[in-house]
């Protein structure tokens, strides 16, 4: 079966490079699925998961995004992610502290700029936990 090059890559290094039969992502206006050949896009994403159906297996790698870019060429697909995480290394209470501290913060913050960075991140914490309570659910 044919293959796509597959870069899941965020601010702090890279999560995921390998080859894939199907990535499918939460974009900008719904669910996307790429095959090999895809014809060009470039897109923005939603929090949620990217998940890499490998070759030959039934697996799939699962990696969380709190949002970023989706860049498809017709061999390779690039996820440009503002945070990225492993499925196996999401930690709900470290996620439910995370959020708890930045609904704190933002209690006291007063600059638009604070406020803005803080929201976006309460934002992709909340997602985070949903995303680790669905993968709690499917096992």
């Given at each position: 079966m044919a293959t796509i090059k597959v870069d899941v890559v965020s601010a702090e290094e890279s999560i995921f490079s390998g080859d894939a039969e199907l990535v499918s992502l939460p974009g900008k206006s719904g669910e996307l699925g790429i095959l090999p050949g895809h014809v060009p896009l470039?897109?923005?994403?939603?929090p949620g998961f990217v998940r890499i159906h490998l070759p030959g297996k039934k697996e799939v790698e699962q990696v969380f995004v709190a949002g970023g870019v989706l860049e498809v060429q017709p061999d390779l697909v690039?996820?440009?992610a503002d945070t990225a995480v492993r499925s196996n290394d999401l930690d709900e209470a470290k996620a439910a502290k995370a959020l708890e501290d930045a609904r704190a913060?933002?209690?006291n913050a007063t600059g638009e700029i604070e406020i803005a960075?803080?929201?976006a991140e309460m934002a992709a914490l909340a997602a985070q936990i949903v995303a680790?309570?669905?993968i709690r659910q499917q096992r």
């Open positions: 470039i897109t923005l994403i939603r690039t996820v440009l913060q933002r209690q960075r803080l929201e680790i309570k669905k």
